[in-house]
């Protein structure tokens, strides 16, 4: 089927923002270059007239954190009919909120670290000290925290001193009302994405990720040249099976649609641990999902008219 008026909806408000609109930049760029007309434009208080006067054929959210990857846009977009490429609203709510998608998964019989979800007015409300005290006595150190809700690491530190868990806290609490303090698992961390064909999941090669100092906060995650990512990942066959396994699981157990990236730890036994889902993968230069597309001698491009095809169809 061809592809007539096509918008790519990134930007918005988020703090990923900035992330947003180079993804947008990166799939329109490798749309066109396909001589496919595309539309960039940005979810701010023109969007709902633009998409009401001139209807596009089809959207390609890749609008990152609120909003975007929480199913607002999603339900904005089928309450004027508009065919989107992504998870529909319900499954997003689901998947972002990462307790809730901690859960499903979990009943997947997926593994998935021990945490404890913590609303700001709680941790306040009954006592900083004595709520880290019972934490650390039930989860241990070290300990990951992030909030329950975004992406690229924004709010998220590891801590592996009792000393430093409030200011970690504090520093999550910056960018959302609850915090995910989970147990901290070492091993290899890996990202592996999912695309559907024909309405079946398929795992992309998975992308290893190596940051400086280990820690893949915003920086490394989006400044070209601190991180290196290696793909396929250096796993054994077995792992590599059961990390892609595990993203196909996740991706089916939440109910997407059409593409997702899964964030995993494989600990040196070989056993994966799943971190968390993301509806609308990063398309920068330096995201995970390209990079899995590449490992896959897959253009992205190709794999996106792909998507928006099927949601025509």
Known sequence: MELGHVVVLAGGISYEREVSLRSGRRVSDALRALDI???????????????????????????????????????????????????????????????TAKS???????????????????????????????????????????????????????????????????????????????????????????????????????????????????????DAGDTEFITPARLTPDATERATAAAVTAHRALGLRDLSRTDLIVSPDGEVHFLEVNVAPGMTETSLFPRAISGADLDLGEVCRALLTTRLA
């Open 37 to 99: 007309p595309v539309e960039l434009r940005d979810a701010d208080a023109t969007l709902l007239d633009s998409l009401t006067e001139d209807p596009p054929d089809v959207v390609f959210p890749v609008l990152h954190g609120a909003a975007g990857e929480d199913g607002s846009i999603r339900d904005i977009l089928e309450l004027l009919d508009v065919p989107y490429v992504g998870a529909r609203p319900d499954a997003c709510r689901v998947a972002w909120d990462k307790p």
């Open 104 to 222: 499903v998964v979990r009943r997947a019989d997926l593994r998935t670290p021990r945490s404890v979800a913590l609303p700001k007015e709680i941790f306040h409300d009954l006592g900083a000290a004595s709520v880290l005290d019972r934490i650390i006595r039930r989860l241990g150190l070290p300990l990951f925290v992030k909030p329950t809700r975004g992406g690229s690491a924004l709010g998220a530190s590891v801590v592996h001193d009792a000393a430093d868990l409030s200011a970690a806290m504090v520093g999550c609490f910056a960018y959302g009302d609850a915090a995910l303090v989970e147990e901290y698992v070492a091993g290899t961390e890996v990202a592996v994405s999912v695309i559907e064909r024909d309405g079946v999941p398929m795992a992309l090669p998975a992308v290893e990720i190596v940051a400086p100092g280990g820690r893949y906060d915003y920086t490394a995650r989006y």
